[in-house]
């Protein structure tokens, strides 16, 4: 690939960089990327540094890096242009080595933490990895903290929404996941919940966001709400007056 090639390769970096978690603002100019640091999850805009560092038989070979402002941190990944017309181009975050989400809420039972953990981890390395390990921690959530009744989980995810135990804006993004997952396409993804099949751009880290918003719905929310109960019966005992009843 030359220069002319590189430069309007680079135009489409923006997608590489969001399905490796590192987001794109469309609206910018190439020298005004929009990243989402891996670090500390700062958005920022950035004019990322290049350096070539050679060819090979196969790919261009550059080195994209910057600085995050807000923690100071290094982010570097490798960018491959492929010398092949029309092949895409490849990006690989070399440092560091995963993109970080919110810290796991301590009231995320431990199995369930396990495999969101190890889904972030993998993330960069591997979609198809991430995307099945949490497909595998929905289909927990939904069976034994939704309730709903072991099946498929496209046909789980079904049953979550007719029961309106959601928040209409968990329910929208829960069902966009089988619309983002092409669950008709990849009927495997609702069968074997757990397979490591091809993912749609997107879908791994869309899975992730919607897992943090089932964590508050399922664990943290309710593990508040009993706090503040329990704080107000501790006052109400104080006064000598009865607890509140329970729902
Ligand atoms: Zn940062």
Known sequence: MDRAGISEARCKLGEELVAKGLTYNRESTRREILVHCPHCLTSYKVDVSTADIGWDKDYTWQVHHQVCPACNRKIVFF??????????????????????RKPIPPEVPSKIAEDYHEACLVLTDSPKASAALSRRCLQII??????????????????????????????????????????????????????????????????????????????????????????????LAESRKPPLKTP
């Open 142 to 235: 939904l069976r034994e903290h939704a309730n709903v009744k072991p099946q498929d989980l496209r046909k789980e995810i079904d049953e979550v929404l007719a029961s309106k135990q959601l928040p209409t804006y968990v329910a929208e993004n829960i069902d966009a996941i089988r619309q983002v997952g092409n669950f008709a396409a990849h009927p495997i993804k609702a069968t074997n919940s757990g397979a490591i099949v091809e993912v749609e751009p997107g879908e791994a880290e869309w899975s992730l966001d919607v897992l943090e918003e089932l964590f508050d719905h399922y664990f943290v929310g309710p593990a508040q709400a009993q706090k503040k109960r329990d704080a107000l019966n501790a006052k």
């Open 79 to 100: 960018a491959m242009y492929p010398k092949t017309p029309g092949m895409q181009v490849v990006t690989r975050l070399a440092y560091p080595k995963g993109v970080s």
